[in-house]
């Protein structure tokens, strides 16, 4: 079965700081990759996605995301954190063939200092 | 126009109540979602329906019964309900079969936050 682990439960950068969350999954072909964002009191956002191509994948906000066959992982990355992008943000996989149901990491707080 | 509602926004019920939670996507979508979020913030599927057909029933209690009217409809009904049942529950919707990967894309509704007390 697939798995996503996000080993960073809670983040803290300084506003205009890099930022880089990390993800691994576990499945044994490419699965489809995710991130969602998810600020306080709201649903879940769509950030960027992987189905095939370019590992690279540029998403909204700012965001981009690697993936890395090698590491199987699918680290998600931004240049310069602005205040408003303190939220919850999930990594997830889509892998299981006509399963179309995503499977979720546990997430990774960010906090953003001043 | 919200592309994935869902209704109500919060719940507060007392143990061993009925309620519903209903969900509406105006995307055209032929797959909708149900996701259990659990105080740990952690996310899982509950039900996968495709076309009004069941297609996804994880290990969730039958006191849980999603219904499908439509395929733009997708609502979710709790029987005697559990303290254990306090969670956000998420609807979502995509494309689902033969529209590639952008079929795959999940939408997600604001999330309905159960508790129960």
């Known amino acids: 079965a697939q798995s996503v682990t996000q080993p960073d439960i809670h983040i803290t950068v300084s506003e205009g700081a890099s930022l880089e969350l990390r993800c691994n999954y576990s499945?044994?072909?490419?699965?489809?990759l995710f991130w969602y964002v998810q600020s306080p009191g709201q649903g879940l956002q769509l950030l960027l996605k992987?189905?095939?191509?370019?590992?690279l994948v540029q998403g909204i906000k700012g965001f981009e995301a690697e993936f890395k066959r090698s590491q199987s992982s699918f680290n998600l990355r931004k240049p310069s954190v602005h205040w408003s992008d303190a939220a919850e943000y999930f990594c997830a996989v889509e892998g299981d063939t006509g399963r179309r149901a995503l499977t979720f990491g546990s997430g990774t707080r960010l906090q953003v200092q001043p | 126009d919200t592309a994935v509602s869902q209704t109500p926004k919060y719940l507060v019920t007392q143990m061993g109540n009925d309620k519903s939670i209903k969900c509406e996507q105006n995307?055209?979508?032929?797959?909708m979602y149900w996701y259990k979020q659990d105080s740990k913030k952690f996310l899982k599927i509950m039900f996968s329906?495709?076309?009004?057909?069941?297609?996804i029933n994880e290990t969730v209690p039958n006191r849980f019964s999603p219904k499908s009217p439509d395929k733009a409809h997708l609502n979710l009904h709790i029987n005697s309900l559990e303290l254990g049942d306090s969670a956000v529950y998420f609807c979502a919707s995509s494309q689902g079969v033969g529209w590639g990967g952008e079929g795959h894309i999940q939408y997600f509704g604001a999330g309905t936050r159960l508790s129960v007390l």
């Open positions: 329906y495709n076309n009004k057909e069941l297609i």
């Open positions: 499945y044994g072909a490419t699965p489809y």
């Open positions: 995307l055209g979508h032929d797959t």
């Open positions: 992987y189905f095939s191509g370019d590992t």
